[in-house]
């Protein structure tokens, strides 16, 4: 009922497209670029019903205070402290080995800002769980979102990134100027 629901809020009422197609992976950490207003979240509540998949993601704590916190739970967030010192990629990595299946969904950016460079730690969570990355990009400007075949990382982070830049390269956020390329 809710994928339906979805996919004709998705492309009847928003008129967006889908390329590609999710992989059959049980496991995978999902990047998603740009991010760069909250639209994103819900446009990627959307697309998860539509592609009709199990994907996790964590989030600041105090989003999963009252009266919200229960809305992101249920959604598949998890609170994290970003204000101690954490090995995130660790405590990632260790979550994939206990569950049976974990899609880790991210914004690799760090922020809606403007950044220059992507922060590396789903390319060391992928690594150290021994898991894909699959890219999925919401492009705004040609309304549409972009899921990628798996990546899998190699020994060399720069021609993965090479990869990861390529795949994103003209994808416009919601607000296009603090869009990642």
Same mark, same amino acid.
């Given at each position: 009922m809710?994928?339906?629901? @979805?996919? /004709?809020?998705?492309? =009847?009422?928003?008129?967006?497209? $889908?390329?590609g #197609?999710?992989?059959?992976?049980?496991?995978?950490?999902?990047?998603?670029?740009?991010?760069?207003?909250?639209?994103?979240?819900?446009?990627?509540?959307?697309?998860?019903?539509?592609?009709?998949?199990?994907?996790?993601?964590?989030?600041?704590?105090?989003?999963?205070?009252?009266?919200?916190?229960?809305?992101f739970?249920?959604?598949?967030?998890?609170p994290?402290?970003?204000?101690?010192?954490?090995?995130?990629?660790?405590?990632v990595? @260790?979550? /994939?080995?206990?569950? =049976?299946?974990?899609?880790?969904? $991210?914004a690799? #950016?760090?922020t809606?800002k403007?950044?220059?460079?992507?922060?590396?730690?789903?390319?060391?969570?992928?690594?150290k769980?021994?898991?894909?990355?699959v890219?999925?990009?919401?492009?705004?400007?040609?309304?549409q979102?972009?899921?990628?075949?798996?990546?899998?990382?190699?020994?060399?982070l720069?021609?993965?990134?090479r990869?990861?830049?390529?795949?994103y390269k003209?994808v416009?956020?919601?607000?296009?100027?603090?869009?990642?390329?």
């Open positions: 809710l994928h339906h629901l @979805a996919k /004709f809020i998705y492309f =009847k009422l928003m008129g967006w497209k $889908l390329l #197609e999710f992989p059959e992976v049980d496991k995978c950490v999902v990047i998603v670029i740009p991010h760069t207003h909250w639209y994103d979240f819900p446009l990627g509540l959307l697309v998860r019903k539509i592609v009709n998949k199990e994907i996790n993601y964590i989030g600041k704590k105090s989003l999963f205070r009252a009266p919200y916190g229960w809305f739970r249920w959604t598949g967030g998890t994290v402290d970003r204000s101690k010192n954490h090995n995130m990629v660790d405590a990595a @260790a979550i /994939f080995e206990q569950k =049976k299946i974990f899609r880790f969904a $991210l690799p #950016e760090g809606r403007k950044v220059k460079a992507l922060r590396t730690g789903f390319y060391y969570i992928a690594k769980a021994g898991v894909p990355i890219m999925v990009a919401f492009d705004f400007a040609k309304k979102v972009k899921i990628s075949a798996p990546l899998w990382p190699t020994e060399n720069n021609m993965d990134f990869k990861v830049r390529q795949f003209d416009k956020g919601k607000v296009p100027e603090n869009s990642f390329n």
